[in-house]
Nanobody, 118 residues
Framework: QVQLVESGGGLVQAGGSLRLSCTAS????????MRWYRQPPGKQRELVAL???????NYAESVKGRFTISRDNAENTVYLQMNTLKPEDTAVYYC????????????WGQGTQVTVSS
């Protein structure tokens, strides 16, 4: 079955770091481009990071220079390294897989909670 599972969230103090993982099963992982979104409490979901071409990536201005997206196709996993975390980074973080040849195919994980204390 098709499944995306995020992990690595938790509670961290401001200035700390976390690495989120999203592992895919039931899909041809290399056929999908991966994105990270987040949804702060009471707010809309927002795009955090995505691949453009190859290992190049774009980031939301609010996380640029602090977050890094990467993927390991051999492990069917995409990562989000989050450094210098701020309280405003508190959100549920979701990975999103989009089929390269048909962007209407759009898969989501269950989310992982990140809470940054001041």
């Amino acid at each position: 079955q098709v499944q995306l599972v995020e992990s690595g969230g938790g509670l961290v103090q401001a200035g700390g770091s976390l690495r989120l993982s999203c592992t895919a099963s039931g899909i041809e992982f290399s056929s999908y481009t991966m994105r990270w979104y987040r949804q702060p409490p009471g707010k809309q979901r927002e795009l955090v990071a995505l691949f453009t071409s190859g290992d190049n990536a774009n980031y939301a201005e609010s996380v640029k220079g602090r977050f890094t997206i990467s993927r390991d196709n051999a492990e069917n996993t995409v990562y989000l390294q989050m450094n210098t975390l701020k309280p405003e980074d508190t959100a549920v973080y979701y990975c999103n897989a989009v089929l390269r040849r048909n962007s209407q195919v759009n898969l989501w994980g269950q989310g992982t909670q990140v809470t940054v204390s001041s």
